[in-house]
């Protein structure tokens, strides 16, 4: 059973936010009061993340989509507005793929439908073994710093420190399993270019974990773009408003799809 805070009144279109790797439910508090006043905003903790407790098996994107949309069917709901911020993308798109008509649209956050390349599964496995023999304390200072564009760190201390105390939380296991998940997960550009929903894109152009270019945006028929220059893999800290804007203004286009 999934923690799923939810937000505002529920007959309204219901709004998924979920969160990336080593994040939780907290990632979205400042877009939750002004996405409720339009949705009903659901903002899970995704297995072995916040409050949620970790799979008994490997959490592949397929399982975590699963448990995601058996728990979304038990509260009645059915047809959704997915928002995924890096894995959440991941995790949107399985869902997606698994469960089209439940899908009344999906942005992806700083993510991609792309696969790992080489050189990306090379770094995760080398993640694996730093955790495995040290634990996951130096990744954690080196990673936090990393979702930042560095020259604007001086003005986001505050989102930087915020982010910092969220990411220590998770447990090492649930870096493994999902750090092993993200490496062997599927490709879904085929997704994309066949979706019958609007999809939307975050793009980050100094994002270093999400290489910026547009071939991804390009792929859908109906799909609304927003690059962010300055900008690293955490939009919602290093530009909260206009994120906010775009995700609030993609929800109703949506709804109107």
Same mark, same amino acid.
């Given at each position: 059973?999934?923690?799923?805070?939810?937000?505002?009144? +529920?007959?309204? +279109?219901?709004?998924? @936010?979920?969160?990336?790797? *080593?994040?939780?439910?907290?990632?979205?508090?400042?877009?939750?009061? /002004?996405?409720? =006043?339009?949705?009903?905003? @659901?903002?899970?903790?995704?297995?072995?993340?916040?409050?949620?407790?970790? !799979?008994?098996?490997?959490?592949?994107?397929?399982?975590? &989509?699963?448990?995601? +949309?058996?728990? !979304?069917?038990?509260?009645?709901? #059915?047809?959704?507005?997915?928002?995924?911020?890096?894995?959440?993308?991941?995790?949107?798109? =399985?869902?997606?793929? !698994? %469960?089209?008509?439940?899908? &009344?649209?999906?942005?992806?956050?700083?993510?991609? &439908? &792309?696969?790992?390349? #080489?050189?990306?599964?090379?770094?995760?496995?080398?993640?694996?073994?730093?955790?495995?023999?040290?634990?996951? =304390?130096?990744?954690?200072?080196?990673?936090?710093?990393?979702?930042?564009?560095?020259?604007?760190?001086?003005?986001? /201390? $505050?989102?930087?420190?915020? @982010?910092?105390?969220?990411?220590? $939380?998770?447990?090492?296991?649930?870096?493994? $399993?999902?750090?092993?998940?993200?490496?062997?997960?599927?490709?879904?550009?085929?997704?994309?270019?066949?979706?019958?929903?609007?999809?939307?894109?975050?793009?980050?152009?100094?994002?270093?974990?999400?290489?910026?270019?547009?071939?991804?945006?390009? !792929?859908?028929?109906?799909?609304?773009?927003?690059? @962010?220059?300055? /900008?690293?893999?955490?939009?919602?800290?290093?530009?909260?408003?206009? /994120?906010?804007? %775009?995700?609030?203004?993609?929800?109703?286009? *949506?709804?109107? =799809?």
């Amino acid at each position: 059973m999934l923690y799923l805070p939810a937000y505002g009144v +529920a007959e309204r +279109a219901p709004l998924i @936010l979920i969160h990336g790797f *080593c994040e939780n439910h907290r990632l979205w508090r400042d877009f939750v009061p /002004t996405l409720a =006043a339009d949705f009903y905003v @659901l903002t899970p903790d995704l297995p072995g993340f916040g409050q949620s407790p970790i !799979l008994p098996e490997l959490p592949t994107m397929e399982r975590v &989509a699963t448990v995601l +949309a058996a728990q !979304l069917s038990e509260l009645g709901i #059915e047809r959704v507005t997915l928002v995924g911020h890096s894995m959440g993308g991941y995790v949107s798109l =399985a869902f997606a793929e !698994l %469960f089209p008509e439940r899908v &009344a649209g999906l942005c992806l956050f700083h993510s991609t &439908a &792309a696969a790992d390349n #080489e050189e990306k599964r090379r770094i995760r496995n080398n993640l694996l073994q730093v955790v495995r023999r040290r634990g996951s =304390a130096d990744f954690m200072e080196a990673f936090v710093k990393s979702l930042f564009y560095e020259p604007r760190l001086p003005e986001l /201390t $505050q989102a930087l420190s915020s @982010l910092q105390t969220m990411v220590r $939380q998770t447990p090492d296991e649930t870096i493994l $399993q999902y750090t092993q998940t993200m490496r062997d997960r599927s490709d879904r550009q085929a997704l994309l270019q066949s979706a019958q929903f609007p999809l939307g894109f975050i793009l980050g152009k100094q994002d270093s974990f999400i290489p910026f270019e547009l071939t991804q945006a390009g !792929l859908p028929a109906n799909a609304l773009l927003q690059v @962010l220059d300055h /900008t690293g893999h955490v939009g919602m800290w290093e530009r909260p408003a206009q /994120t906010l804007h %775009f995700v609030r203004q993609f929800a109703h286009y *949506c709804q109107l =799809a």
